[in-house]
Nanobody, 127 residues
């Protein structure tokens, strides 16, 4: 079992930055591929980024590539999402998730592959 708690959301102006954190409970955190998803009002939850258990492989949605960076610290059981050059269309609730799959460009983007989810943190980008 893994419990996930996100933090770091808030209100920021377009062009600004935020760093989201996701703290995980459980001693097996380092075995999980971790992902970030987001859901805007009236839209489906969509993939944002993922990172393999070792941190050696990362995956990004095209819409955030070059602006967002995912990282993890297995010693602290925490995964991060650094978000730069934020746009109003980045406004959403951001969710942290964990999956037992090893990685993969396609597999990590599938919401159905993730077993554990956090409660979400709101990110609002004003224009």
């Amino acid at each position: 079992q893994v419990q996930l708690v996100e933090s770091g959301g808030g209100l920021v102006q377009a062009g600004g930055s935020l760093r989201l954190s996701c703290a995980a409970s459980g001693r097996t955190f380092s075995r999980y591929t971790m992902g970030w998803f987001r859901q805007a009002p009236g839209k489906e939850r969509e993939f944002v980024a993922a990172i393999a258990w070792s941190g050696s492989m990362t995956y990004y949605a095209d819409s955030v590539k070059g602006r967002f960076t995912i990282s993890r610290d297995n010693a602290k059981n925490t995964v991060y999402l650094q978000m730069n050059s934020l746009k109003p269309e980045d406004t959403a609730v951001y969710y942290c998730a964990a999956t037992g799959i090893a990685g993969g460009t396609i597999a990590t983007k599938l919401r159905s592959n993730y077993d554990y989810w956090g409660q979400g943190t709101q990110v609002t980008v004003s224009s």
